[in-house]
């Protein structure tokens, strides 16, 4: 019988990168390649289950008891993130964790001064990188949880439930999760996304996200003979950059603050491009955030007397705190369950999103429960298995009827 620790290192050597450029949904058909393992593994647990066109991996588990409790859903996506290589994965095991130095390769390793988080983890085991890619624990912990406790719930009769549904998304990292969900499918009163930080952690804020791409037009003349004529548009691009406010950056700030985040730039002399998200708790900043796009973009514009600059924004989800204020026993279950498990529930905003935002805006509340993993998008991520079985075990008590 396969333990959660197998599932999940037979996870994170596929490599399931989203696209954040293109146009197709999934935005890579290698994110098919795990929904295919996995409705196979749903499959050979006798679960009701498919796959649709989209690669949204869908699954009931019906509900073994006449007793009334609620229809949950179970959420994690397949996809991992753009920001850092995703192919060919080497995770390694380390047990019982003694707080030293972690050496991924002779390049990168994790000191637990410059990483404190480390400090948390001691005793654990944990599954780290070998400093060539990202982990994928974002989000192949949650998978793995779930299909463990799926695997838990069938071999254990005694944990009486109401029907479970379970959704693998794709895309959820370039904010089109949920693009084509299927609600009529996913019939609950409420859903958990597992996909976030440490255990015990319950999170039902988020910011609201959108993301700007700023194109530079230039005027490009022969460096010879280019005296008051050449425009160039990668000077106009960093002019544009600087216009931003230099301290609401990720690296300088936290906790509530927002940010304008340069995520690419590219370009040459006729033509630039610069890409961008914006963050914000409150809806207010958020729209002044993006304000202030157009705001530089016209005055810049003005500057240079003809259209230089051009700016789209897209938004991609919002804050669920709003749409969750008058559901808050959904969030107190969750809380209920983590103590009853032994811990102190951690409630934090999260300085991201996930498909529960997104879900939650759409009329089907889904706040976020924490998997176990840490430093997400990077070399230096990794997962705490403990942290991962003891959210199999909070999990389990959210599902049971007593």
Same mark, same amino acid.
């Given at each position: 019988m396969s333990t959660l620790l197998n599932k999940f290192l037979r996870y994170v050597v596929i490599d399931t990168q989203s696209d954040p450029n293109s146009n197709t949904f999934p935005s890579t058909e290698k994110q098919k390649d795990l929904s295919r393992i996995l409705l196979n593994e749903l499959q050979q647990l006798n679960l009701e289950s498919h796959m649709d066109d989209y690669g949204y991996v869908y699954a009931k588990l019906p509900s073994n %008891?006449?007793?009334?409790?609620?229809?949950?859903?179970?959420?994690?996506?397949?996809?991992?993130?753009?920001?850092?290589?995703?192919?060919?994965?080497?995770?390694?095991? /380390?047990?019982?964790?003694?707080?030293?130095?972690?050496?991924?390769?002779?390049?990168?390793?994790?000191?637990?001064?410059?990483?404190?988080?480390?400090?948390?983890?001691?005793?654990?085991?944990?599954?780290?990188?070998?400093?060539?890619?990202?982990?994928?624990?974002?989000?192949?912990?949650?998978?793995?949880?779930?299909m463990q406790l799926l695997q838990e719930?069938?071999?254990?009769?005694?944990?009486?439930?109401?029907?479970?549904?379970?959704?693998? %998304?794709?895309?959820?990292?370039?904010?089109?999760?949920?693009?084509?969900?299927?609600?009529?499918?996913?019939?609950?009163?409420?859903?958990?996304?597992?996909?976030?930080?440490?255990?015990?952690?319950?999170?039902m804020e988020n910011f609201n996200a959108a993301s700007a791409k700023v194109t530079t037009i230039g005027k490009s003349i022969h460096p010879g003979s280019a005296k008051d004529q050449l425009i160039n548009a990668i000077k106009l691009a960093t002019e544009f950059s600087s216009n931003l406010p230099k301290d609401e950056v990720p690296e300088h700030t936290e906790m509530y603050e927002g940010f304008y985040h340069l995520t690419a730039i590219s370009g040459s002399v006729e033509l630039a491009t610069l890409e961008y998200i914006i963050r914000d708790h409150d809806m207010d900043s958020f729209k002044k955030r993006k304000e202030l796009f157009e705001t530089i973009k016209d005055k810049l514009n003005e500057k240079y007397s003809?259209?230089?600059?051009?700016?789209?924004?897209?938004?991609?989800?919002?804050?669920?705190?709003?749409?969750?204020?008058?559901?808050?026993?959904?969030?107190?279950?969750?809380?209920?369950?983590? /103590?009853?498990?032994?811990?102190?529930?951690? %409630?934090?905003?999260?300085?991201?999103?996930?498909?529960g935002a997104m879900l939650t805006y759409n009329g089907l509340p889904c706040p976020n429960i924490g998997a176990g993993y840490y430093n997400a998008h990077g070399r230096y991520e990794f997962a705490s298995l403990n942290q991962m079985e003891k959210t199999v075990e909070i999990v389990k008590r959210i599902i049971k009827i007593k």
């Open positions: %008891t006449t007793k009334k409790g609620y229809k949950i859903g179970l959420i994690a996506h397949v996809d991992t993130s753009f920001d850092a290589p995703g192919a060919n994965v080497n995770p390694r095991v /380390i047990k019982n964790y003694d707080g030293s130095n972690i050496i991924l390769n002779e390049e990168y390793q994790m000191d637990p001064i410059k990483f404190p988080v480390l400090n948390e983890v001691i005793g654990d085991d944990l599954v780290v990188t070998d400093g060539n890619t990202l982990l994928g624990a974002d989000d192949k912990s949650g998978i793995a949880i779930i719930i069938l071999n254990d009769k005694t944990i009486l439930h109401d029907d479970i549904y379970i959704c693998f %998304t794709p895309d959820e990292e370039i904010g089109r999760g949920v693009e084509h969900f299927n609600y009529d499918y996913f019939k609950v009163d409420f859903a958990y996304t597992l996909d976030g930080g440490q255990v015990g952690s319950i999170e003809y259209e230089a600059f051009k700016v789209e924004l897209k938004d991609q989800y919002y804050n669920m705190a709003t749409y969750l204020e008058d559901k808050m026993y959904i969030v107190d279950l969750a809380k209920k369950a983590i /103590i009853d498990s032994g811990l102190e529930p951690v %409630t934090l905003p999260i300085r991201g999103g996930t498909d």
